[in-house]
T-cell receptor
Framework: GAGVSQSPSNKVTEKGKDVELRCDPI?????LYWYRQRLGQGLEFLIY????????KSGLPSDRFSAERTGESVSTLTIQRTQQEDSAVYLC?????????????FGSGTQLSVL | AQSVAQPEDQVNVAEGNPLTVKCTYS??????LFWYVQYPNRGLQFLLK??????LVKGSYGFEAEFNKSQTSFHLKKPSALVSDSALYFC???????????FGTGTRLQVFP
């Protein structure tokens, strides 16, 4: 596709339910990031996939959060037993050539609301 | 570990005046530094980056940033602000080109007509 695609764009869920967020990066991009942006706040790093290397999971806030990526394609971020503090915009980004510090392309995000 | 600080939550400037948005970083070794902008109801966009070479980097929309190693700073600047520059600006850093990219907390720039 032309850009990074995220789905759904909006998700409303009840506390305690599991949610799955999807990211389709730009074709050929080896690096993929997930960030969280709470209302009026900065970008919080969650997880980073780079090619076939082990993902950097150091930003995941708890064991309720997990993410997978199949090869260099789609990634899913799963939040189990959602809590109200999980409400935020979840942003995905991808980039092509990490070795030359190519820029990140961001998706429009998934707005998650936990009631 | 790397980190980046944006000491100002908000910067207000009159249209036509120069603007500066501050960023300081902490990283071992040589840093790779970036600025991104988030316009209202739009996604994050890349503005500019410093990898090596000239300390003054020019980017999109007339913005530039100056890398200062001794002060560990990478302030974003523009000689003459526009109302349309009003947005949320993020500084970011990585230590190695294979490292994750860490963002600051963001600075909201408000340009008044």
């Amino acid at each position: 596709g032309a850009g990074v695609s995220q789905s759904p764009s909006n998700k409303v869920t009840e506390k305690g339910k599991d949610v799955e967020l999807r990211c389709d990066p730009i074709s050929g991009h080896t690096a993929l990031y997930w960030y969280r942006q709470r209302l009026g706040q900065g970008l919080e790093f969650l997880i980073y996939f780079q090619g076939n290397s082990a993902p950097d999971k150091s930003g995941l806030p708890s064991d309720r959060f997990s993410a997978e990526r199949t090869g260099e394609s789609v990634s899913t971020l799963t939040i189990q037993r959602t809590q109200q503090e999980d409400s935020a915009v979840y942003l995905c980004a991808s980039s092509s050539n990490v070795a030359t510090n190519e820029k990140l392309f961001f998706g429009s995000g998934t707005q998650l609301s936990v009631l | 570990a790397q980190s980046v600080a944006q000491p100002e939550d908000q910067v207000n400037v009159a249209e036509g005046n120069p603007l500066t948005v501050k960023c300081t970083y902490s990283v071992s070794g040589n840093p790779y530094l970036f600025w991104y902008v988030q316009y209202p109801n739009r996604g994050l966009q890349f503005l500019l980056k410093y990898i090596t070479g000239d300390n003054l980097v020019k980017g999109s929309y007339g913005f530039e940033a100056e890398f200062n190693k001794s002060q560990t700073s990478f302030h974003l600047k523009k000689p003459s602000a526009l109302v349309s520059d009003s947005a949320l600006y993020f500084c970011a850093v990585r230590r190695l080109n294979t490292d994750k990219l860490i963002f600051g907390t963001g600075t909201r720039l408000q340009v008044f007509p």
